[in-house]
């Protein structure tokens, strides 16, 4: 069968937008309002979430943090991510985009939009050091990207995050404001909360996808495994994904509520980084020749940011109720649905990708 057949391609997005999929926008949202509602009518609700941490996140969004990365982390062929380590273009641009542009350019924003607000401009910056390692995974497989190359870059984004945040934090919040003749805040990193992340967030579906994968394949087989197994388990990282709104949005819909302004003060600067970060990206993946799956990867890799990291350092730093943490929370407010839309943006770009192949992408 040719690349380009339309009745394969359309046989295999319909298949990969299952209804979960194809309104997820909507769940999303209506995750959003639920979590607000419950936030407001219930009181102590969020104090009660926040009451067990892990690696600095409520215990029950880390839970469902966790739900939402297995499935996604059981679907990646582990045996081919040598072929993604390899691809030198791939490694070098991604990680020029991630820890060179994608943080300066936060920076700039956060400057440009918050000037006059220091603790939100901070919080801004902030998100902006924390790469992406956990939803990455569900924009990413959602648009038919390349799983293993995101396994890998995730991971290599992990690595660079335990290592060179607090440096970043201290280049961009200290060095580079005193450079520019602008103020400067002070802010010290817990190095253990970043490395607790890592490891919960990442490390442990990780070690949990290779082993059912592994230990699957070989007791049943890849076709059983695949076509039977992973189906029914694909569900639970949207279901993990929803549930994790709902949560994250009670624990902190007071605030989120209670200042709309500074809200949209701090969403606009967002707005602008995730779509000039993702656009960026797909353009620079078209002009490399990646192809298709492999600069879709790129641009969610770039585009999303760890909120989860951001929050918790936040939290950790300045305080729960502080407008830096603020800013953190706001994050996921504006890159989770604008995320989604770019899945569909995605995938209306496969025409410019001639060499696209969806029979090579895994179901």
Known sequence: MTP?????ETRHLTAKLSTL?????????????????????????????????????????????????YPVLAKVRYNETGA????KKLMVTSLVINWVLAPAFMFVLAWIFLADLPEYRTGLIIVGLARCIAMVFIWNDLACGDREAAAVLVAINSVFQVFAFGALGWFYLQLLPSWLGLPTTSAEFSILTITLSVLVFLGIPLVAGYLTRTFGEKAKGRDWYENRFLPKIGPWALYGLLFTIVLLFALQGDNIIAKPLD??????????????VFGASMLIGRALRM??????????????????LAIAVAIATFGVTSGQALAGVVGPLIEVPLLVALVYVALWSRKFFPSFNPAKVQA
Do not use: C, H, K
């Open 263 to 276: 809200v949209a003060r701090i969403a606009l600067p967002l707005l602008v980084y995730f779509l000039v």
């Open 4 to 8: 380009n057949a339309p009745p394969a």
């Open 21 to 69: 999929d194809r309104y997820l926008a909507i769940w999303i949202l209506a995750a959003m309002a639920l979590g607000l509602v419950l936030g407001r009518l219930i009181p102590g609700l969020g104090a009660a979430l926040d009451s067990i941490q892990v690696a600095g996140i409520s215990l029950p969004i880390a839970l469902g943090l966790l739900v939402m990365m």
């Open 291 to 308: 192809g298709y799956a492999r600069t879709t990867t790129l641009a969610f890799t770039a585009a999303s940011n760890n909120f989860e």
């Open 84 to 87: 993604v380590l390899s691809d």
